[in-house]
Nanobody
Framework: QVQLVESGGGLVQAGDSLRLSCVAS????????MGWFRQAPGKERDFVAA????????YYADSVAGRFTISRENGKNTVYLQMNSLEPEDSAVYYC????????????????WGQGTQVTVSS
């Protein structure tokens, strides 16, 4: 069993940056792919970014490519999402997820989920 805890969300202004963290406990993340998803009020949960076990393979939704960066520190069992040039449309609850099957943009690939952290971007 894996427990994932996200942190780093908050209220910021458009153009600002935030870094989200996701710390895992219960097992090592070194052999798992990780992903970030987000869900805005009244909308479905959408893929944001994913990273393979080594950190050498990263994948992004078109809406965040060039602004967001996913990274990981396996020694700290932690995954990060650096978010720059934030826009009001980025406001959502951001979820961290772990996949034993490999990285990707589909929710069904992911076996474990965190509780989410709120990001609100004001205009």
């Amino acid at each position: 069993q894996v427990q994932l805890v996200e942190s780093g969300g908050g209220l910021v202004q458009a153009g600002d940056s935030l870094r989200l963290s996701c710390v895992a406990s219960g097992r090592t993340l070194s052999n798992t792919a990780m992903g970030w998803f987000r869900q805005a009020p009244g909308k479905e949960r959408d893929f944001v970014a994913a990273i393979n076990w080594s950190g050498l393979g990263t994948y992004y939704a078109d809406s965040v490519a060039g602004r967001f960066t996913i990274s990981r520190e396996n020694g700290k069992n932690t995954v990060y999402l650096q978010m720059n040039s934030l826009e009001p449309e980025d406001s959502a609850v951001y979820y961290c997820a772990a996949s034993l099957k490999g990285p990707g943009g589909t929710e069904s690939l992911y076996d474990y989920w965190g509780q989410g952290t709120q990001v609100t971007v004001s205009s």
